[in-house]
């Protein structure tokens, strides 16, 4: 058994930097590599091109990458884990194949987790008393059936698990939780056992540090922002694992970034609810026990993690079809020019009403005054502020009104408010609102599959 | 005494559906102390006041030195229907640090 594995993380997010994943693998050494690229929109995208295409579906920065990373990926045994398959992990497979075919790497093995979508399934579930009922509304999915564009279960740790002791050097997953990619190697690697519940929060805790790339590793940091050195070539956090559960957070030297107390500490704070209660398929880790130790040169050991048992529930993320939306924006300069974008929104408002438009809501911001705090933004000075952007939104049922709004951007230039620019991209379009299910579905109702496809 | 929140802590925030979260970090123990004792659920929701039109839930991390906080009904609907330009509260943490506690 290893005494340590070096996990590093390549995407937190499906539009993240081209370079980590490549860079992860060059520019220093780590047994794995590990890339999310599923946002809970992002299932939704991925099943309608795969409606269009049943080729497509998965995350298409995929093949491209391969060609880049598979030759080195190879010579140094590291392994690859994503879940960038989406709604089509056997496409994404055939399609790094064709890759390491045309590359000339032979005997190469890629693991297949499937059996997360159930969406063909849905109907008789709901008619076999499994009612999908949306966490935060009670609501049960029965009425909005015929409007579900997916439905996927997150699997945990354990399928890549499989995959990984069936020889897999590339495991390619659909909807599988972020955390999850992180803490298989380890199991797999240290033969944790699935009631070793500190461990798996360890290794759980782990993966929530690494899921959002760079986001541990100085990105988007709210401390000393300033101070962080040669973002440009930012280094993207490596988990360090040991048998014990213990983790070293770290990155490449040569890279830049920082891993230090206070960007781990402000990653390990995001996006969480009740942080004694993190729940996973895997194990439910408590975040209050955790222990974090700067030992300096980048370096930050994360130990004490405590865990309990997992929760006979899968989450299950659906998302359905709420209407269209559109947003359009025009700029305004000095002088006034908050006093012209709020005269103008108040022009288009007014043509909007008289031509009987319907909308679910209408919302206007203005870009360099009030578009992050809202009513929390200090008022500028009309004299000092150089220019400011309107932005007005809609949502609504009708496709026309949305359509129409898109119409009634432009014409603001020459029938409004003067001193007025930035109309390049044409009349905004409507886009298809898609809304998001949270539900729980009885673990025993689905079963993961691990399939192994191997070269000749 | 006022002490600004941005002076002693820093933090993160993100969506969770229709919340935000918002994980305030302070820089040291007594800056732990302070926010622990002044930057209260009450204190928060009173401040997005217009912003937040939920129920606001505080959770202690003292191991981090860290408050979390939980804002319900504040990103207009979540991540994919928001019309919000920030959809995903991504600038709120920013937000609560420009507060300044009365101590």
Partial sequence: MKEKIRIASGQGFWGDLIEAPFNQVTKGEVDYLVMDYLAEVTMSILQKQKNKNPKLGYAKDIPELMS?????????????????????????????????????????????????????????????????????TGESIGRYLDKILSANVYFGAFPIVEALLKGA?????????????????????????????????????????????????????????????????????????????????????????????????????????????????????????????????NRVRVYNVKGSPETEFYKVSCSFSAGFSASGSLTYSWPQALKKAEAADKILRQRLDNLGLKFDEIRTEFVGYNACHGPLAIKPDENEINEVMLRVAVRGQDYYSIERFGKEIAPLILTGPPAVTGFAGGRPKPSEVVAYWPALIPKDLVVPEVKIMEMN | MKIKLLEIAHGRSGDKGDAANIG?????????????????????????????????????LPNLRALNFLLHETLGGGGTVSLKHDAQGKTLAAALLRMELDI
């Fill in chain 1, 68 to 136: 880049r990373i598979l030759p080195v990926c190879k010579e140094k045994g590291i392994k690859i884990i994503t879940n960038g398959g989406g709604v089509n992990p056997m496409a994404c497979a055939e399609a790094v194949f064709e890759v390491a075919k045309a590359l000339e790497i032979n005997g190469l093995k890629v693991g297949i987790v499937l059996g997360d979508n159930i969406k063909p399934r849905l109907e008789d579930l709901v008619h076999t008393g499994t009612h999908l009922n949306n966490m935060e």
């Fill in chain 1, 169 to 297: 050097d590339i495991v390619i997953t659909g909807r599988t939780t972020d955390t999850g990619l992180t803490l298989a190697p380890m199991i797999y690697e240290f033969g944790w056992k699935k009631t070793d519940y500190d461990l798996l929060a360890s290794g759980t805790v782990a993966g929530h540090i690494l899921e959002c790339g760079a986001q541990a590793s100085g990105g988007n940091f709210l401390g000393d922002w300033e101070s962080i050195e040669n973002m440009a070539d930012i280094g993207f956090p490596i988990a360090e694992a040991y048998q014990d559960g213990s983790v070293i957070i770290t990155k490449h030297e040569k890279l830049g970034g920082r891993v230090s107390f206070e960007t781990v500490a402000e990653q390990l704070v995001y996006e969480i609810g009740d942080p004694k209660a993190y729940i996973t398929p895997d194990c439910i880790a408590d975040f209050t026990s955790i222990k974090l130790e700067d030992l300096g040169d």
């Fill in chain 2, 24 to 60: 305030i970090i302070a820089y040291d123990e007594k800056g732990y102390e302070l926010i622990g004792k002044y930057l209260t659920a009450e204190r928060v929701k009173e401040y997005f006041k217009g912003i937040c039109q939920g129920k606001v839930e505080r959770y202690e």
